[in-house]
């Protein structure tokens, strides 16, 4: 190619890539509070009838509980006229996220500059499912008797999904299992850093965590959404589900935590409008990352004492179930394990983890993986654990911040690993 050729290409390329870009200009983000659970059933009926306004956290009016939405500009006026004819109580946190997101996304590849894959450092960037699949492939190599790379399945695009084991290498067999999954939603972003800040923990930092491998093998899988997560990166930040097509040509997409078959499709936690942020599929692990996840747990079930799924945002620890206000057999074991995250944390950096059944902490979900790890692949303790906010939006965070948060998380992990390893020795 002539230089020309080559700079018309260039051109080319950074316009296109422009163009994929979405820069979110003019959207907004409200904080909302209600203050009685008739507001709390209102801000439930908005988020059901306006799919448009993107809820990013849980709806709730104990305590002074708020919640954030976004909205693209042309909801803007239509909020704020319903809010002040309802009186009910908003704050907008920013009236244009184009700004953040585009100062985030040259602070990230600024960040990468240096990055000499399959070196990765977990605390100064935020990583493409290709760079911490590069990453993964590498520790093997450094580590041959204590990490075991294996794939698992495709993501729907045919990315390769990857699952790392960590033991300490004495070759003994069996022994029981902790598994560790992030990125089941895309914009989550912290997840997959805090899973591979987990990853290093164990692996450089052997010497300090050696106890928590002496009876138990880690299993961590960073990256289960791969498609949303790639695409979370490369065209829109707050994306949330898969990348499949739906039967509605309009709307592309899954929620893996509601495609899960423990009690899967109850209406009051999970939808069937593929056009919303909690669509559950037509059926039961319809979407290839769920089956990889399925399989995984499957597989590791006879062994498995620990489930702990990385979401983000709001600090909770949530345990089954999300279906049913029943709650589960061993309800108070799991509790003194969430209890023993939540007191480690508040004693390190003063953070607070609310801790509790999904149903009651948070609200009603059904078909998410935490339920199924518990109810179907016999999971001593199944969790999901939201990690804090960041950012305007809550899934946001700036890279410098990526170190307090997985610093003040691993303390939760670490003391919630060392207390069901202490609970059910091998
Ligand atoms: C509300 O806050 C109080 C005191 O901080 C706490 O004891 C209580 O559990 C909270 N209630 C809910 C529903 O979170
Ligand atoms: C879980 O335990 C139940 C009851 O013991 C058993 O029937 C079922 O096969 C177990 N599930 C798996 C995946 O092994
Ligand atoms: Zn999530």
Redesign the pocket.
């Known amino acids: 190619m002539t230089l020309i050729g080559h700079i018309i290409f260039l051109l080319l390329l950074q316009s296109s890539v422009l163009l994929a870009w979405q820069d979110y200009k003019d959207y907004q983000v409200y904080e909302l509070t209600p203050r009685d659970s008739s507001e709390e059933s209102l801000l439930r009926k908005l988020a059901r009838e306006k799919p448009q306004w993107d809820f990013l956290g849980p709806i709730r009016w104990h305590n002074e509980s708020t919640v954030r939405v976004m909205l693209p500009p042309e909801e803007a006026s239509s909020l704020v006229s319903l809010f002040e004819s309802h009186q009910l109580r908003y704050r907008l946190l920013i009236k244009d996220l184009s700004p953040l997101v585009q100062a985030q996304r040259a602070e990230n590849l600024r960040s990468k500059q240096r990055l000499q894959l399959p070196h990765i450092d977990v605390l100064a960037a935020f990583y493409t499912h290709a760079e911490i699949n590069a990453y993964l492939d590498s520790l093997p190599e450094r580590y041959p008797k204590r990490a075991q790379v294996k794939q698992f399945g495709w993501s729907y695009e045919r990315r390769p999904l990857k699952v790392l084991t960590i033991s300490n290498g004495d070759g003994r067999r069996n022994k029981p299992v902790i598994l560790i999954d992030g990125t089941v939603h895309a914009r989550e972003w912290i997840s997959p850093s805090m899973a591979l800040y987990i990853i290093q923990q164990l692996l450089d930092n052997y010497e300090e965590n050696q106890g928590l491998l002496q009876d138990y093998d880690w299993v961590i899988m960073p990256v289960v959404n791969a498609d949303g997560y790639e695409y979370t990166h490369s065209e829109s930040r707050y994306w949330r589900k898969t990348r499949k097509p739906t039967t509605d040509p309009d709307c592309v997409g899954t929620d893996i935590n509601r495609n899960f078959a423990h009690e899967w499709g109850h209406d009051a936690g999970s939808s069937s409008d593929p056009c919303e942020d909690i669509y559950r599929g037509e059926r039961p692990f319809d979407q290839p990352e769920s089956q990889v996840l399925r399989d995984i747990l499957?597989q590791y079930?006879?062994r498995l004492k620990w489930y702990l799924s990385l979401h983000s945002y709001g600090n909770y620890f949530l345990l089954p179930w999300g279906y049913t206000n029943n709650l589960p057999e061993n309800y108070q074991d799991m509790m003194d394990v969430a209890e023993a995250g939540a007191f480690a944390i508040v004693h390190s950096t003063n953070g607070i983890y609310s801790y509790g059944s999904t149903y009651y902490v948070l609200y009603p979900t059904s078909g998410d993986t935490a339920d199924y790890a518990l109810g179907?692949?016999?999971a001593t303790v199944a969790m999901t654990m939201e990690l804090p906010a960041g950012g305007f939006s809550g899934f946001d965070p700036w890279v410098s911040h990526i170190e307090g948060l997985v610093t003040e998380s691993w303390v939760g992990v670490r003391a919630m690993a060392a207390e069901v390893i202490r609970r059910y020795p091998s």
């Open positions: 499957l079930s006879p179907v692949a016999n």
